[in-house]
């Protein structure tokens, strides 16, 4: 075999191996999980004097399922449980917050066709609703969602680290506590 014969090959079997490896499709289904890196909860103007607002508690965690289509696109669908507890101190006042919720991230994911760690973009929707948060205070239900992070595939077990903003819309500012409209977040998840 010549040197132009072996250059040949290479120059053909690298790139083809590199789609075959592109046309991943499938289903699979995981569990997500996080921590929140913005406060649910954020003061208004409305209180005056020195005001406090703590976290005591906030996680993310549930299931995902993912489409995954050729070409290195995927459908994702995630279910998180977000419990959040925050300790309110301000002149009079003292309150325990609770706002605990479902987020349904609904995203079009692309992974980039790079072999071993895989990195990924997404982007799309979210839906929320609480179960638990004080009465005077209105959500917005509806966000838009923009995500990136890495992937790495052992066998059929895909393990992922990302990062998540998502920006809801205007909540009230009725009282002197709101939720933000800001949130971001940092999930681990396993997909099998």
């Known amino acids: 075999m010549t040197a132009i014969s072996k250059i040949a090959l290479v120059l053909l079997a690298v790139p083809g191996l590199m789609f075959g490896q592109h046309l991943d499709f499938g289903f699979g289904v995981g569990v997500k999980g996080g921590v929140p890196i913005t406060d649910i909860f954020k003061t208004t103007g409305i209180i005056t004097g020195p005001t406090s607002l703590t976290r005591s508690n906030d996680y993310l965690v549930g299931p995902v399922v993912e489409?995954?289509?050729?070409?290195?696109?995927?459908l994702e669908l995630d279910g998180i449980y977000r419990n959040a507890e925050y300790n309110l101190t301000a002149p009079n006042v003292s309150a325990r917050l609770n706002a605990s919720a479902w987020e349904l991230p609904y995203l079009a994911k692309f992974r980039f066709p790079i072999p071993l760690l895989k990195p990924f973009v997404s982007a799309g929707g979210a839906y929320r609703t609480f179960t638990d948060l004080p009465a005077n205070i209105t959500?917005?239900?509806?966000?838009?969602?923009?995500a990136g992070g890495l992937e790495l595939r052992i066998r059929r077990v895909r393990l992922s680290g990302e990062m998540r903003w998502l920006r809801w819309g205007e909540p009230s500012t009725s009282t002197g506590v709101r939720l933000t409209q800001n949130q971001g977040e940092v999930l681990f998840g396993v997909v099998f």
Do not use: D, E, S, T
């Not at 489409?67 to 995927?74: C, E, H, I, Y």
């Open 139 to 146: 959500p917005a239900h509806n966000a838009f969602v923009l």
């Open 67 to 74: 489409l995954r289509v050729p070409f290195g696109f995927a």
